[in-house]
């Protein structure tokens, strides 16, 4: 071998002990914190309070949040900022349905915005909602029915594709105007409000929808009155009845 050979092999030969050093050496400081930690307790529970406040700050936003995305982001409002009218709405369906009067605005307001794109009464959308779900987000029906508007999520999948996928149907606004879509979709197929409520509920094809078309119509007056700031009292605390086979179905 030639002198220059014999001195690479040499300097390679030094680098990996150096690196069988290192390794040894890396082995034993692990055994030692390891050893530490065990024996004291409480640097543990230190490094562990460290690692969390890391992994909180990692989460927060490194600067101030726009205030225009912080507004589209709320999940609740001051009923007082709204119109007269979507106030009065919101503070009789508050104490109707015991639902809070803050999250419950946004709602009355999604719903007049949504009835002026689709052309329904928004009092009629708030309506489907509060027999539908009593305003409950989360509420689910014995058939499969999700959400404010009780939308049957595995047959109108395709409709939630623009709000992000099927757990969509859990988010209020977008099970609202989902529901409002089909709504209107049931309206127009049957050619009157009472008829597109029963093809809604899925018994369009059936001679009975067991009150659910009268009951809807019947607080969607309430609600228009009250709209009109005409005071109503609130009769029946709670949800309205709704049965739990009210639940859309693909028009007939």
């Not at 040499?10 to 050496?25: E, Q």
């Not at 004291?40 to 726009?66: F, H, I, K, T, Y």
């Not at 915005?113 to 029906?141: H, K, R, W, Y």
């Amino acid at each position: 071998m030639t002198a220059s050979g014999k001195m690479i092999s040499g300097m390679i030969a030094a680098c990996m002990a150096a690196a069988r050093h290192s390794l040894d050496f890396v082995g034993l400081a692990v055994a030692f914190v390891v050893m530490a930690l065990v024996a004291r307790p409480d640097l543990r529970e230190a490094g562990e309070a460290q690692l969390m406040n890391w992994l909180q700050a990692r989460q927060m936003p490194s600067g101030p949040l726009d205030a225009a995305k912080a507004g589209a982001r709320a999940k609740a409002g001051k009923p007082e900022d709204l119109p007269r009218d979507q106030a009065a709405v919101t503070f009789w369906l508050s104490k109707k349905y015991r639902v809070a009067p803050e999250p419950l605005s946004v709602l009355v307001a999604r719903a007049y915005d949504a009835g002026t794109q689709s052309g329904i009464d928004p009092t009629l959308i708030l309506a489907v909602m509060g027999i539908e779900s009593g305003f409950n987000p989360f509420a689910q029906s014995a058939v499969g029915a999700q959400g404010l508007m009780q939308v049957m999520t595995r047959v109108h999948t395709d409709k939630y594709q623009n709000f992000g996928g099927q757990l969509a149907a859990f988010d209020p606004v977008s099970n609202l105007r989902v529901g409002v879509e089909i709504l209107q979709e049931c309206i127009a197929r049957a050619g009157s409000i009472e008829g597109g409520l029963r093809h809604y509920v899925g018994s369009a094809n059936m001679v009975d929808d067991g009150g659910y078309a009268a009951r809807v119509m019947a607080e969607h007056a309430r609600l228009r009155q009250v709209a009109s700031a005409r005071a109503l009292p609130i009769s029946g605390w709670g949800q309205s009845g709704a049965c739990s086979a009210c639940a859309p179905r693909p028009p007939a």
